[in-house]
């Protein structure tokens, strides 16, 4: 793993809303340090409704975490393209964030209850 990230279970109970709609609630989130970036929550996949996720044909590549796809999330108000990220098969040492997506803070809500 890479030296500058980090990985915890993220305390309490998460919650992610998308155009007014909760679309998933876990009390097992992960919390991923990087660097001096903001911390990022990782919902599991179980905990979100994945009937409002479609693949989209988004990839990137981080040198530290390996290759991401995104998710569009389709909701009442229309589309939000690309919030949502995939690590699943992500580099040696992280493999705890596979079948765990994130979320753009400025796409959704991500909040802790």
């Known amino acids: 793993m ?3 990230i980090r990985i915890r279970k993220a305390e309490g109970t998460w919650v992610v809303r998308a155009g007014g709609a909760v679309i998933g609630e876990t009390k097992d989130a992960l919390e991923l340090n990087e660097g001096s970036y903001d911390p990022v929550i990782y919902f ?12 989209s044909d988004t990839v990137t ?5 390996g290759q991401a ?3 569009t999330i ?5 589309p939000i393209p690309d919030a949502g990220w995939s690590y699943e098969t992500p580099k040696a040492g992280l493999e705890q964030i596979a079948g765990h997506i994130a979320f753009y803070p400025d796409k959704v809500a991500v909040e802790r209850l």
């Open 61 to 65: 590549t981080c040198p530290h975490k």
């Open 74 to 78: 389709v909701s009442a108000s229309g």
């Open 2 to 4: 890479s030296d500058h």
């Open 44 to 55: 599991p996949r179980a905990d979100i409704a994945m009937v409002f996720l479609d693949p």
């Open 69 to 71: 796809s995104y998710f």
